[in-house]
């Protein structure tokens, strides 16, 4: 009788050791196979869950070796970790990336955007981030998040929403965030066609500035220098 699939996942943990350990030499870690790698383990994540996650399957999806997988991202614990960060560090870049205006509103309005053009546009890496629960306490998420709350500050110092207590911007964020969010996920299930979740978010956001205590009209202006909620992107 043959070793069973034990043996082999001991085996494979021995060699990932030895190569952390210098016990033999690791391949050269190369950031375009990392990348490979971490979008479709988020693909075979999204579709199948983490016991659909093997060191075998994801070597057979991208073409590469097991002992690849253990030089670019570790065990199978570590790339579903490096799934989550890495999709957490993108998104950080796509707010990074944005260009600051003089209107802060508008600034606010276009990050919160951001992240749901992202969820829709890397919708395997968004659920290995925001549906699957991850597998190690982490603060993957907290930069991604900061961004929102900076562009909440920023629109508290330019007066546009006054009077506002320091603690009170934290939950403003997660309030912008979490509705951004929850669109995003009913686009991704089918159950909200895109440009309709568009029309709803841009209703939705008017909606909240003004209840935060921004001006409606100026609340509207800022809105307009968005693009239009039906428009292509």
């Not at 190369?30 to 093997?54: H, K, M, N, Q, S």
């Not at 509103?105 to 290995?128: E, I, K, N, W």
């Amino acid at each position: 009788m043959g070793p069973g699939p034990h043996a082999a996942t001991v085996r494979l943990e021995y060699i990932s050791l030895l190569c952390h350990s210098g016990g033999v030499s690791p391949q050269r870690r190369d950031p375009a196979i990392r990348a490979l790698l971490i979008d479709a383990a988020a693909r075979i994540l999204a579709e199948g869950g983490t016991a659909a996650l093997t060191t075998r399957r994801l070597a057979a999806e991208t073409s590469r070796s097991t002992m690849a997988i253990y030089t670019h991202l570790g065990s199978m614990e570590e790339v579903q970790h490096a799934v989550r960060v890495e999709g957490f560090a993108r998104l950080s870049a796509v707010a990074d990336a944005l260009p600051r205006s003089p209107d802060p509103v508008a600034d606010l309005a276009r990050v919160s955007d951001a992240y749901f053009s992202f969820g829709l546009g890397q919708p395997h890496l968004y659920r290995a981030m925001f549906i699957d629960r991850p597998v190690q306490d982490d603060d993957a998420g907290t930069a991604a998040f900061e961004r929102i709350a900076d562009a909440v500050r920023r629109c508290i110092d330019a007066e546009r929403l006054p009077g506002v207590e320091p603690t009170t911007v934290l939950m403003w964020a997660a309030q912008l965030w979490s509705m951004r969010h929850g669109i995003v996920t009913m686009v991704l299930s089918g159950a909200l066609p895109e440009p309709q979740a568009r029309l709803v978010l841009s209703d939705m956001t008017l909606r909240l500035l003004i209840g935060y205590g921004d001006d409606p009209a100026a609340a509207r202006r800022s809105l307009q220098l968005l693009p239009s909620p039906g428009a292509p992107r």
